[in-house]
């Protein structure tokens, strides 16, 4: 079965520090890779998606970027977090076809 | 452009109530996909049903059931004798494609999420 692991579940960072967190799926070859953040107020807004090596694609301009290195791995990043980069980050893949979206635990991103 | 709308912010009920969640989208797209997903408190986003625009039957999964009126583009969700376990926030999203050569692809647009609470 395909499984999805985010890391680390928790992050307390300074401003102006970097930031790197991962994404690995498992159980699949050549899924549809997502990173989507929710502020306060609940709201889902897709930062990057991926549809192959290498393939990322923005949806917003922002401090944050992305990278697809293998596969099954797809890396959310910052050279300088804002306070604004506070939140709570899903990363989410698709298979084959018109399968539905499937989530990560997420990453709960406090800049201080 | 896509757009998802969940008016009820926050609705609160007894359990055993029945209660009915909202989405109401917006899209030019001519096959679309529509979605709810289920966060707990412990934030996972839990994938609860899936419907092709070209499929409006409605669907019941045990205490669960959506209606899918394509005609007031509207994709309700309804719980039927609530549980306590059910409090979340209930996220409706919508699909639109990222293939330029109509592919399988797409990306989901939210609505801002309802937030159930059951109370005992």
């Known amino acids: 079965s395909q499984t999805i692991h985010q890391w680390p579940a928790t992050l307390v960072q300074p401003v102006g520090s970097p930031l790197s967190l991962e994404c690995t799926v498992e159980?699949?070859?050549?899924?549809?890779l997502y990173w989507y953040r929710q502020a306060a107020g609940r709201g889902l807004q897709l930062l990057f998606y991926?549809?192959?090596?290498?393939?990322i694609s923005s949806e917003v301009p922002q401090n944050l970027s992305a990278s697809r290195p293998q596969d099954r791995q797809f890396i959310l990043s910052s050279k300088k977090l804002l306070l604004s980069d506070s939140g709570f980050y899903l990363c989410?893949?698709?298979?084959?076809?018109?399968?539905?979206?499937?989530f990560g635990d997420g990453t709960r991103l406090s800049i201080l | 452009a896509q757009k998802v709308t969940q008016a009820q912010t926050e609705i609160s009920v007894v359990e055993k109530e029945d209660v009915t969640l909202d989405c109401v989208y917006e899209?030019?797209?001519?096959?679309?996909?529509l979605f709810w997903y289920k966060q707990p408190p412990s934030g996972e986003l839990v994938f609860l049903i899936r419907?092709?625009?070209?499929?409006?039957q409605n669907e019941i999964s045990g205490r669960y059931s959506w209606n899918f009126q394509k005609s007031t583009s509207s994709f309700n969700f309804t719980i039927t004798a609530s549980q306590v376990v059910d409090s979340a926030v209930y996220f409706c999203?919508?699909?639109?494609?990222?293939?330029?050569?109509?592919?399988?692809?797409?990306?989901?647009?939210f609505g801002k999420g309802t937030l159930l609470t059951v109370n005992p």
């Open positions: 989410a893949w698709k298979g084959y076809s018109n399968q539905p979206q499937h």
């Open positions: 159980g699949t070859s050549n899924p549809n």
């Open positions: 991926s549809v192959g090596i290498g393939q």
């Open positions: 899209t030019r797209d001519t096959t679309y996909y």
């Open positions: 419907r092709n625009s070209f499929d409006e």
């Open positions: 999203a919508l699909s639109s494609s990222i293939d330029r050569s109509g592919g399988s692809n797409y990306k989901l647009t």
